[in-house]
């Protein structure tokens, strides 16, 4: 069964940056999609940011773009995302994500069917 364990997050100040990761196991391919998800308090789970691990192609959410980058680092089976000038609206509990799948149409969570254990990320001053 696929396996992602996340680590990173924590407190930060606005305008600091902040790097998460998700390492990804027990996979028997390599065309699948990662996606990072936030979820805040009181709100539903949104996306945030997906990369075809594969092809390398990938996509971000207008509330994030120029701000977070996601990558993959295939020696190591790990998808990060950098989280640079961050705001007090990006404060919540970040999860990757696993589809079976070497895309993604929508970056909506019942896309993907494995999850990491989240992790949260907080800023504020």
């Known amino acids: 069964e696929v396996q992602l364990v996340q680590s990173g997050g924590g407190l930060v100040r606005p305008g600091g940056s902040l790097r998460l990761s998700c390492s990804v196991s027990?996979?028997?391919?390599?065309?699948?999609?990662i996606g990072w998800f936030r979820q805040a308090p009181g709100k539903e789970r949104e996306g945030v940011a997906w990369?075809?691990?594969?092809?390398?192609?990938?996509g971000y959410a207008d509330s994030v773009k120029g701000r977070f980058t996601i990558s993959s680092d295939d020696a190591k089976n790990t998808v990060l995302l950098q989280m640079n000038s961050l705001k007090p609206e990006d404060t919540a509990v970040y999860y990757c994500?696993?589809?079976?799948?070497?895309?993604?149409?929508?970056?909506?969570?019942?896309?993907?069917?494995?999850w990491g254990q989240g992790t949260p990320v907080t800023v504020s001053s």
């Open positions: 994500a696993f589809r079976d799948h070497y895309t993604v149409q929508r970056l909506t969570p019942d896309q993907f069917d494995f």
């Open positions: 027990g996979f028997t391919h390599d065309e699948y999609t």
């Open positions: 990369i075809s691990v594969f092809y390398g192609s990938r």
